[in-house]
């Protein structure tokens, strides 16, 4: 059965002298120092990386995106918080790991005929919003779908778990400028909120739109079909991106 | 369409099996003709109650999903078998996890299912017809 690794799979000495690692921490944003921190734990982003070889993905490329992950972690770790940094490197590494192939995963994992269960669906869904002016059961879907009740929540499923979230996310939009859009998050999209600390290290993760569902979902209370008149998308999209924006902060989030 | 109730549903206590747990839950509400909307949030709901069950402390084997439908409404119960006399866990009220399904429940609930820590959640339909 595949797993995501976790701590004990990965457990492996920790490279290198802990306290040698803290300082050079504080001395980043110091160039040789991120240099050294990335040599060091290349080999454990690269183990890492490993664990999902096999899934149709070569192992090259895997390596390239854990090392996007490895300095993404170099670059977002507090020395001061009391977690040890190859937990937290390996929670950012696996994390992107797991984007990397839910990016790609629609086109290598779907099956064809679920892909296109999935297009009925959402087509069938989008009308019968439309029609009805709420969001419509599986039962009135399936017919309109042409497609079984049992067939309707699994092409549900696929919807939610292989997500066409590279289409979706604005161009530009990939967490590059972590602190810019933390700062961009409390000052001019949303009204500061202490509740969004909780999870401000994650929410990094997702992109503008993710993050503005997020919070008019569970800062504004809208439903589903509120936030999709709001943003104009579909609220099948809204359950899309929500789904998705959860279980980014979730793979973040726990460590 | 009716649900004979109660459901059951008993998995090895894993992030790995929460899958199950979750179409099945998934396929009740689906049945009791919650809307499209109303099932994914479910999912959303078992997806972070398992989510914190399964940070109780070890040891622990099963993780159960008790659902009993009534009329339209989805009343799931989860639960593990682990032994903790601290539940609901010290912050899991103000935990994000907490927030979501408070979020997208109508009721939620840390409770406990016999001895095992257990989160209940409650999500309705709307009437519909009109």
Redesign the interface.
């Known amino acids: 059965?595949?797993?995501?690794p976790d701590e004990h799979d990965t457990a492996r000495p920790e490279p290198g002298d802990p306290s040698e690692i803290l300082e050079l921490f504080r001395h980043l944003p110091d160039h040789d120092a991120r240099d050294s921190l990335a040599q060091e734990y290349l080999p454990f982003a690269e183990h890492l990386a490993r664990r999902f070889a096999g899934r149709g993905e070569p192992v090259d490329d895997l390596v390239q995106v854990a090392s996007v992950g490895l300095l993404h972690a170099i670059d977002r770790f507090d020395p001061d918080r009391e977690v040890r940094f190859s937990t937290f490197a390996a929670a950012t590494i696996v994390g992107e790991l797991k984007r990397h192939f839910r990016d790609k995963g629609w086109s290598i994992r779907v099956p064809r005929d679920l892909q296109e269960a999935a297009m009925r669906v959402n087509r069938a869904?989008s009308e019968l919003w439309q029609e009805l002016g709420?969001?419509?059961?599986?039962?009135e879907?399936a017919p309109r779908a042409g497609l079984s009740?049992?067939e309707?929540?699994e092409a549900?499923?696929a919807l939610?778990a292989y997500s066409t979230a590279s289409l979706d996310a604005p161009a530009g939009d990939d967490g590059a400028s972590v602190s810019g859009s933390v700062a961009a998050v409390g000052e001019d999209v949303f009204e500061v909120s202490e509740?969004w600390i909780?999870?401000l290290p994650a929410i990094t993760h997702l992109s503008d739109r993710e993050r503005r569902i997020l919070y008019l979902?569970?800062f504004k209370?809208l439903?589903?079909?509120e936030i999709a008149v709001e943003i104009g998308i579909s609220?099948?999209h809204?359950?899309r991106l929500?789904?998705q924006a959860?279980?980014t902060?979730?793979a973040k989030?726990?460590m | 369409m009716s649900v004979p109730s109660p459901v059951l549903v008993n998995v090895p206590a894993g992030p790995d099996l929460v899958h199950i747990i979750r179409a099945v839950a998934a396929s009740i509400a689906a049945r009791l003709d919650l809307p499209i909307d109303a099932v994914e949030e479910v999912r959303v709901a078992v997806d972070e109650a398992a989510s914190i069950l399964l940070q109780a402390p070890a040891p622990y084997d099963r993780l159960s999903l008790t659902i009993e439908p009534r009329g339209t409404e989805m009343n799931g119960l989860l639960s593990i078998d682990a032994r903790t006399a601290e539940w609901p866990p010290p912050g899991a009220e103000a935990s994000w996890s907490w927030r979501v399904i408070s979020g997208v429940c109508d009721e939620a609930a840390f409770e406990r299912s016999g001895v095992d820590p257990a989160i209940r959640f409650i999500k309705r339909g709307p009437m519909l017809g009109g």
């Open positions: 059965m595949r797993r995501v869904n709420r969001s419509p059961t599986v039962a879907v009740h049992d309707v929540l549900m499923e939610g509740d909780t999870i979902r569970f209370g439903t589903q079909s609220q099948m809204v359950s929500l789904s959860l279980q902060i979730r989030a726990r």
